[in-house]
């Protein structure tokens, strides 16, 4: 088969087709091809699979290359280059009929695309245009896994706004991708009836710039976008990866995890001038809302920080999937915020709700001013946060006034007294730590101090076998002329009369708090 613009030629190995870019073949049948040959490549492949070589050279595309089962597409390297034929163009398109044998409305399966670049840049194009590079739309609502086993090695998207476009897959792998110029990659679940996973997502040496592949143009910033962009993923792991940003408090965020995303993972990666690095988000299905949870971050480095290293989106309640739940984040660095009146520069944010954070061995160095919003917020009604070992700092010179944790009311915060602070004006602004006095108080979990307000008689304590049994508590009464009385569940040597500043240390043993100490200052 001989065509214009694109030759396919065949038999240099088995199940091989080799794409000729040849102009002309005098004295021979030739027909056009708006692909330069490589879909009529793919066509003659035979049922059980294939590759398709692309040559070297700029190859301007006038249509999509459509693509379905057991192919391969491997170009030279970064000599073969595809053009998009227009500003909306699609330059891989699998937006094809179901398979008739699968049980699971399975439309492509078993596709490997290699060694090439998608240059929208070369082709005039700028971020806003609507290109897309690689595509597979679902078919309908209640597909399960459309598309299954789709690998990219070393593909390059320069100024591609939809790099990678794929809907519900399952078993998808990326190794050495690049990605410049505000270009995307996208796993969606769209308009689902119920909630259908992107199953097991391995990205491993990724790389993102926002300049241009040549590093010559540094075109605006998409606002509020995110490079990675993962809808209802699970086995979702990034490694040994990194974004270079083009900050801004409008500027694109690193990696969004949104919906009912659960056993993610992010190691080894760095992420530079982000707005946001790494996002939680939910997905409403059905009328629920469904939030991630489930992630490791290790190892992780974000500089440079415009809004929020990492930020989860508030909790509604604390139902299953209702908030943004069991995150670990473990020995990783936030460092060098800019601050602004929009974006106070927070490192973590929990969100209201939030459900088993276990936040260890990781340093934080801030520059904001808020009283609500420090290196770390931890939102109202979070329960099962713990810290360990971390390190909050303010070495920037930014500003003068900074604060460390803020936590917000109602929530159980536990470590809050392993953490280290250096420069931080004030270390802990604690919406929970304070409890007014009453008949019946009711101590928030996980402090080792609580301050008591107010002057009525209190008679009972009523969180001791809410708690680990032996936890020790010391009460700091704000005011004089608090009365505890020896009686109720509370076991003391005598009554205790508060003054200004006074401390009562008690233990939970079994249902009771027993005194250990006393200080009347």
């Known amino acids: 088969m001989l065509i214009s613009g694109g030759t396919a030629v065949s038999g240099a190995a088995s199940g091989t087709v080799i794409v000729s870019c040849a102009n002309s073949h005098s004295g021979q049948w030739t027909i056009q091809s708006a692909t330069k040959g490589i879909q009529e490549a793919e066509k003659s492949l035979p049922a059980e699979g ?4 692309i040559p070297g050279g700029n190859l301007q595309m006038q249509g999509p290359i459509s ?3 057991r192919r391969t597409f491997r170009g030279l390297g970064v000599s073969t280059r595809l053009l998009p034929a227009s500003t909306s163009a699609i330059v891989f398109d699998s937006n094809l009929p179901i398979h008739p044998d699968s049980a699971y409305d399975i439309q492509s399966d078993d596709i490997l695309f290699a060694d090439f670049v998608i240059d929208g840049h070369m082709a005039g194009f700028i971020p806003s245009n609507n290109v897309t590079g690689i595509r597979h739309i679902a078919q309908n ?3 399960i ?3 299954v086993g789709v690998h990219f090695e070393r593909v390059y998207f320069n100024n591609i ?7 519900r897959v399952f078993d998808v792998s990326l190794e050495g991708v690049r990605v410049y110029s505000n270009s995307q990659i996208r796993f969606e679940d769209i308009a689902p009836a119920s909630m259908n996973h992107n199953y097991q997502i391995l990205v491993n040496n990724f790389e993102y710039s926002w300049r241009t592949m040549d590093g010559d143009v540094a075109h605006p910033t998409l606002s509020a976008a995110a490079v990675f962009h993962v809808e209802n993923g699970e086995l979702v792991y990034f490694s040994n990866s990194q974004f270079l940003m083009a ?4 500027g694109m965020d690193g990696i969004a995890f949104w919906g009912g995303a659960e056993d993610l993972s992010i190691v080894n990666t760095a992420i530079v001038n982000a707005r946001v690095a790494i996002d939680f988000k939910p997905i409403t299905i059905g009328g629920t809302a469904y939030y991630p949870g489930y992630a490791h971050l290790s190892n992780v480095s974000v500089d440079q920080i415009w809004g929020y290293a990492i930020f989860a989106a508030d909790g509604i309640s604390t139902g299953p999937f209702a908030n943004v739940h069991n995150i670990v984040i473990d020995n990783c660095l936030f460092t060098n915020p800019h601050p602004s009146a929009t974006n106070p520069c927070t490192a973590i944010q929990t969100g209201a709700y939030a459900r088993h954070w276990n936040i260890a061995n990781t340093q934080i160095n801030i520059a904001q001013a808020s009283a609500t919003s420090g290196g770390l917020s931890i939102g109202a009604n979070s329960a099962a946060i713990a810290l360990n070992d971390n390190q909050i700092m ?4 930014i500003v003068a006034t900074t604060l460390g ?3 917000g009311a109602n929530a159980a915060v536990y470590g809050l007294e392993t953490t280290l602070f250096e420069g931080i004006t004030t270390n802990v602004n604690d919406g929970a730590n304070h409890v007014a006095s009453a008949a019946t108080i009711t101590l928030p979990k996980g402090r080792k101090t609580v301050f008591i307000d107010g002057t009525a008689t209190i008679n009972q304590v009523n969180t001791c076998d809410q708690d680990v049994d032996t936890r020790i508590v010391t009460l700091i009464f704000t005011s004089a002329g608090c009365t505890v009385p020896d009686g109720g569940n509370l076991k003391l040597s005598a009554a205790f009369v508060s003054t200004a500043f006074s401390t009562l240390t008690v233990q939970c043993l079994s249902s009771f708090w027993v005194e250990l100490s006393r200080s009347l200052n």
């Open 161 to 167: 706004r939809n790099a990678i476009l794929l809907h």
């Open 394 to 397: 303010n070495t920037t010179g």
């Open 405 to 407: 944790i803020f936590v």
């Open 247 to 250: 900050g801004g408090d409008t």
């Open 145 to 147: 896994h459309s598309i």
């Open 141 to 143: 609502a209640t597909e």
């Open 50 to 53: 294939g590759v398709v070589v």
């Open 67 to 69: 693509y379905q089962r």
